[in-house]
C-alpha cells in the first residue's frame, strides 16, 4: 500500500519555444514522478505507466534515480509534439503517436491511498477503470487528457464525454482556465467550481496561469497566489508540478491553503528551466515564506 500512486503514459515531447528546440520524455508520469521523487519521502509513492520498447530506457532510468515503477508494455509510445509562442499560458500540440490505453486487469492488485489519474488523451481510462478504483480508493484526476480529442494528428478541445460518469467517483479534480470553460461553459472559476461540487468532487483545484490558483472545498474558497519566478522558460509539466506538490502536502494532512502556495511554488521553480522539477523542499518553502 502505497500514499499516492499516479497513473499515466509516459511521453516522448518535442517542446518548441520562441527559443529553442527541445527532444526529451514527459507526459504527467514523467513530471509528477520527478516532481515527487526530488522531495523528502515522508510520502511513499508508485508510478504505474505504459510505453513501447523505445519508451523502456525512460523507466529504466526513472527506477535508477528511486522511482517505483509497474510498467506495462504498449504497442506505441505516446508522442507529443508542444509548440509555444510568446505566452507560455497557451500551446498547439499534434500527437504523432499513440499509447494503448489502461485497462483494469493492468491495476489489479495495486493498492493506494490515493490514485492520480494523469489523463493525455480522452480515452486513456474507462469510466470501468475509474469505477473500479474509486472503490478501494480516493481518485485525484487531471482533466487535460479527457478534453483532448485528437483529429489528423492535430490536437483539439473535445466534450468530456464520460464526465457524468467520473465526477461523482472524483474527489479531487485539477483542471486549468481554459478547461474549465470546457467543462462547464463559464469563465468564472468560482461558479465553475461550485458546479463541480455539486456534481460530487470535493477539492477542487483551479490553476490560472500567472493569476494563481484556486481552490474550493468544503463550500469554502482558497485564492492561491502566483509567486513570481525568476525567468520564464518553459510551462511543460507545470500542472503536473502542481498535482504531484498538493497532493504530497494533502496526504500528509497539510490543509487546503498551505497545499496551493506549496504547489505554486514548485510550479515557479520548475517554470524557470526546461525539463521536470529539480529543486528542493528548502528552496520551495523559502519562496512561499
Same mark, same amino acid.
Given at each position: 500500500?502505497? @500514499? %499516492?500512486?499516479? %497513473? ?6 518535442? %517542446? %518548441?519555444? !520562441? ?7 514527459? =507526459? ?8 515527487? &521523487?526530488?522531495? !523528502? ?8 505507466? $505504459? ?8 523507466? #529504466?532510468?526513472? &527506477?535508477?534515480?528511486?522511482? +517505483? ?21 497557451? &500551446?498547439?500540440? &499534434?500527437?504523432?503517436?499513440?499509447? @494503448? !490505453? ?5 491495476l489489479q492488485g495495486v493498492e493506494s491511498r490515493i490514485f492520480h489519474l494523469g489523463s493525455l488523451l480522452d480515452d486513456d481510462f474507462s469510466p470501468e477503470l475509474v469505477s473500479d478504483l474509486a472503490s478501494r480508493s480516493r481518485i485525484s484526476i487531471d482533466v487535460q487528457g479527457f478534453l483532448r480529442g485528437v483529429r489528423d494528428r492535430e490536437v483539439y478541445p473535445t466534450a468530456w464525454r464520460t $464526465?457524468? @460518469?467520473? *465526477? ?5 479534480? $485539477?483542471?486549468? #482556465? ?6 462547464? #461553459?463559464?469563465? @468564472? ?6 458546479? *463541480? ?31 513570481? !519566478? ?6 511543460? =509539466? ?8 498538493? *497532493?504530497?502536502?494533502?496526504?500528509? =494532512? ?15 521553480? $520548475?517554470?524557470?528551466?526546461? =525539463?521536470?522539477? +529539480?529543486?528542493?523542499? #528548502? ?7
Amino acid at each position: 500500500m502505497t @500514499d %499516492i500512486c499516479c %497513473i499515466g503514459h509516459i511521453t516522448h515531447d518535442t %517542446i %518548441i519555444t !520562441p527559443q529553442n528546440r527541445v527532444d526529451m520524455a514527459g =507526459g504527467t508520469a514523467f513530471y509528477f514522478a520527478h516532481a515527487i &521523487r526530488r522531495l !523528502p519521502p515522508a510520502v511513499s509513492f508508485r508510478l504505474v505507466t $505504459k510505453v513501447g520498447h523505445d519508451g523502456l530506457a525512460e523507466v #529504466e532510468r526513472l &527506477r535508477a534515480s528511486g522511482v +517505483d515503477v509497474m510498467c506495462h508494455g504498449s504497442a506505441h509510445t505516446v508522442y507529443f509534439e508542444n509548440t509555444y509562442g510568446a505566452d507560455a499560458n497557451h &500551446r498547439s500540440q &499534434r500527437v504523432l503517436a499513440k499509447a @494503448d !490505453p489502461f485497462t483494469v486487469d493492468e491495476l489489479q492488485g495495486v493498492e493506494s491511498r490515493i490514485f492520480h489519474l494523469g489523463s493525455l488523451l480522452d480515452d486513456d481510462f474507462s469510466p470501468e477503470l475509474v469505477s473500479d478504483l474509486a472503490s478501494r480508493s480516493r481518485i485525484s484526476i487531471d482533466v487535460q487528457g479527457f478534453l483532448r480529442g485528437v483529429r489528423d494528428r492535430e490536437v483539439y478541445p473535445t466534450a468530456w464525454r464520460t $464526465k457524468a @460518469d467520473v *465526477l461523482p467517483q472524483t474527489d479531487i479534480l $485539477k483542471l486549468n #482556465e481554459h478547461e474549465m470553460m470546457i467543462v462547464s #461553459e463559464s469563465d @468564472d472559476p468560482h461558479e465553475v467550481a461550485r458546479q *463541480l461540487a455539486d456534481s460530487g468532487v470535493r477539492e477542487v483545484v483551479i490553476t490560472l496561469g500567472s493569476y494563481g490558483s484556486l481552490i474550493y472545498a468544503e463550500g469554502r474558497f482558497y485564492e492561491i497566489p502566483a509567486y513570481q !519566478p525568476t525567468a520564464v522558460v518553459d510551462a511543460t =509539466g507545470c500542472g503536473d508540478t502542481y498535482s504531484a506538490g498538493y *497532493l504530497y502536502c494533502r496526504s500528509q =494532512g497539510v490543509g487546503y491553503e498551505a497545499a496551493g502556495k506549496f504547489a505554486a511554488a514548485m510550479c515557479t521553480l $520548475k517554470l524557470e528551466h526546461n =525539463g521536470p522539477f +529539480d529543486r528542493t523542499i #528548502e528552496e520551495v518553502q523559502k519562496i512561499v515564506k
